[in-house]
């Protein structure tokens, strides 16, 4: 089953919510925006949360001012960042409550992860087929989300997300729950030796399970087609996360055009989701 369900608001902003985490904690909001709504025109046309593609910033404000109103959320507690495709997790606290909202100036800078325990701070990351993933610690009511890319994704991005909850809140990788959004599936998702030399060198790491077929396909034109998501959760479940505790949602940027911005299927012109978490206030 899917697990991230679409929900249009009110304002017309349709948004894919992490249904079952959001029925057992009502005050949990996670999820994923869609292209539907919002304010954008053109090559960004829709909800484009993203500030640092071509699109008017006020529109991109005013975007992100409705997926707040969408989501139920005060404007001042979404925090944002400006992503570099590292490994680098930041701990959130309530002095960073609301950075980069109006502006990338004072988003958080150059991290790719971000965990908190502060109730309402709503974390969000910003994505385009790039692979979102979502933490959640039900025991100490600590949040997480990482951006990763193939390359956050070989830096290994999950395994720092879990290793810094565990500092910084005491999580126990046996009570994370995760989930893998949205994201470029294998169906759609082409890489060189370059980017297949560098995730051998993390099945390898992983252990005898982690055989190559299972996380990607050679092709006639010597390229390979590979599976972020099934990688992520290797990484996840090596880091001590239960397999039954891991949900991955079926849905393709680059195929659902329709549903979501694609950077590879739109060639780079074109704007970008937020994921999000947090604990209302």
Request: net charge neutral; aromatic share 8%; glycine share 10%.
């Amino acid at each position: 089953m899917e697990p991230f369900v679409l929900r249009e608001a009110n304002n017309g902003c349709s948004v894919m919510i992490l249904d079952e985490w959001m029925r057992k904690n009502a005050r949990l909001s996670a999820g994923f925006t869609t292209r539907i709504g919002g304010v954008s025109t053109g090559a960004f046309d829709g909800l484009n949360v993203g500030l640092h593609v071509e699109d008017d910033p006020d529109s991109v404000v005013e975007n992100r001012k409705r997926l707040a109103e969408a989501i139920h959320v005060p404007f001042d507690a979404c925090t944002y960042a400006e992503q570099v495709h590292g490994k680098e997790i930041q701990v959130v606290t309530g002095e960073d409550r609301g950075a980069g909202n109006t502006s990338r100036e004072r988003a958080l800078q150059c991290k790719d992860g971000f965990v908190t325990n502060e109730p309402g701070v709503i974390l969000h990351a910003l994505f385009a087929d790039c692979v979102p993933l979502f933490f959640y610690d039900p025991v100490r009511g600590a949040v997480g989300l990482a951006h990763a890319g193939w390359k956050g994704t070989v830096l290994q991005i999950a395994k720092m997300a879990v290793e810094t909850m565990s500092a910084a809140f005491g999580s126990k990788a046996r009570d994370l729950k995760a989930a893998i959004g949205p994201s470029i599936g294998v169906c759609c998702y082409e890489v060189d030796d370059g980017v297949i030399a560098r995730v051998d060198k993390v099945l390898m790491e992983l252990g005898p399970l982690s055989e190559p077929e299972a996380f990607y396909e050679r092709k006639p034109n010597g390229k390979y087609m590979l599976n972020l998501q099934q990688l992520n959760r290797q990484i996840m479940i090596k880091a001590g996360i239960m397999a039954s505790n891991i949900e991955i949602s079926g849905l393709c940027t680059s195929r659902r055009t329709d549903l979501f911005f694609s950077h590879r299927k739109e060639q780079g012109k074109t704007g970008r989701m937020a994921a999000w978490i947090g604990i209302r206030a």
